[in-house]
């Protein structure tokens, strides 16, 4: 249906290694928005993604939404303390409506 | 601008009980929402607000009411609370409808119901 599968569920990285994470549907996605959250805290909008093909780069952070819009990714290059949290990807569903994957936890080990 | 804000910020109630957790925000924003985050299971959605005096039902709505008689203000009732609504409980507003604006998220409000 119109779920939104995200993979991995966590993420264990060393300070400085990089971080993917993926979302994926069985249907086209007319865009895809990403949202991070540090622990005890709330989402926060990232990104939108839109155009087949798309690549959005900020700062380490890169999105892409795949060429057929049925995936996207988001990747974190050199992982900082700072990058700790979890990562929620969202697509629009048929009634306009947020549908949210449930998140990847990025956690560094000490 | 304040933005998003929710009080209170923990709220521990008794089976049976039943509170409001009230929701405000100052951007003028027409679409008003409430999540309820759950570990594992990402955000899913309650009720939402297109408008003042308009409502609808999100995924799981049962055991929740809520009302918009104004564009800043978004409160969500429990009615009689269950340890099953123990959970994170976030407001959000974006600008419109549409599903491709930005959605502004509140700080939260953690309820245990005992």
């Known amino acids: 249906g119109q779920q939104v599968m995200q993979i991995p569920q966590y993420q264990h990285v060393q300070e400085g290694e990089d971080f993917t994470t993926y979302c994926n549907s069985s249907t086209t996605l007319s865009n895809i928005q990403w949202y991070k959250q540090r622990p005890g805290g709330h989402p926060v909008f990232l990104i939108q993604l839109v155009k087949s093909g798309e690549v959005k780069k900020q700062k380490r952070l890169t999105f892409q939404f795949g060429e057929a819009k049925k995936n996207s990714s988001l990747h974190i290059t050199a992982t900082q303390t700072t990058d700790v949290g979890t990562y929620f990807c969202a697509r629009t569903g048929s009634n306009y409506q947020l549908i949210w994957g449930a998140g990847t936890k990025l956690i560094i080990k000490p | 601008n304040a933005g998003v804000t929710q009080t209170p910020k923990f709220q521990v109630l008794k089976t049976g009980q039943s509170m409001t957790l009230q929701c405000a925000q100052d951007?003028?924003?027409?679409?008003m929402s409430w999540y309820r985050q759950d570990p594992g299971m990402g955000l899913r959605l309650i009720h939402y607000?297109?408008?003042?005096?308009?409502?609808d039902q999100g995924e799981v709505p049962n055991g929740y009411n809520v009302s918009r008689s104004t564009t800043e203000d978004f409160p969500l009732r429990l009615l009689s609370a269950a340890p099953s609504q123990t959970s994170v409980y976030f407001c959000?507003?974006?600008?419109?409808?549409?599903?491709?604006?930005?959605?502004?998220f509140g700080p939260g409000t953690r309820l245990t119901v005992l």
């Open positions: 607000s297109v408008g003042a005096g308009i409502t």
């Open positions: 959000a507003s974006s600008y419109s409808n549409r599903g491709t604006d930005t959605q502004y």
């Open positions: 951007m003028n924003h027409e679409y």
